[in-house]
């Protein structure tokens, strides 16, 4: 069983939506829940980037290109962490990736599969 498993994705015309998961089913409760935890995106030739976030208390915080379209939240006690993806754009088109950092700012897993989502005209 993988550490992660991302799933969601899909194509999509502009101004969809696509809601994504991220589950890690190999993590007890007690270690998810004060986990930091993160959504990035690696679009083709591109460098991964972290497009949303949410500590253990709830706040969160967004990349510029998706504040207003996108919202993370995370359910401690399915230890998944999703993201909602509305109106969206050919720019959002990439693999999206969650991960969780330590508490030494270090990605604590190794990185999963993701999930193709492709926003087409």
């Known amino acids: 069983q993988p550490q992660l498993v991302e799933s969601g994705g899909g194509l999509v015309q502009p101004g969809g939506s696509l809601r994504l998961s991220c589950a890690a089913p190999?993590?007890?409760?007690?270690?998810?829940?004060?986990?930091?935890w993160g959504w990035y995106r690696q679009a083709p030739g591109k460098a991964r980037e972290l497009v949303a976030s949410?500590?253990?208390?709830?706040?969160?915080n967004y990349a510029d290109s998706v504040k207003g379209r996108f919202t993370i939240s995370r359910n401690n006690s399915r230890k998944t962490v999703y993201l909602q993806m509305n109106n969206l754009k050919p720019e959002d088109t990439a693999v999206y990736y969650c991960?969780?950092?330590?508490?030494?700012?270090?990605?604590?897993?190794?990185w999963g599969q993701g999930t193709q989502v492709t926003v087409y005209s």
């Open positions: 190999r993590t007890i409760t007690s270690v998810f829940n004060p986990l930091f």
């Open positions: 949410i500590s253990a208390g709830g706040s969160t």
């Open positions: 991960n969780a950092l330590t508490t030494a700012n270090e990605f604590k897993y190794d």
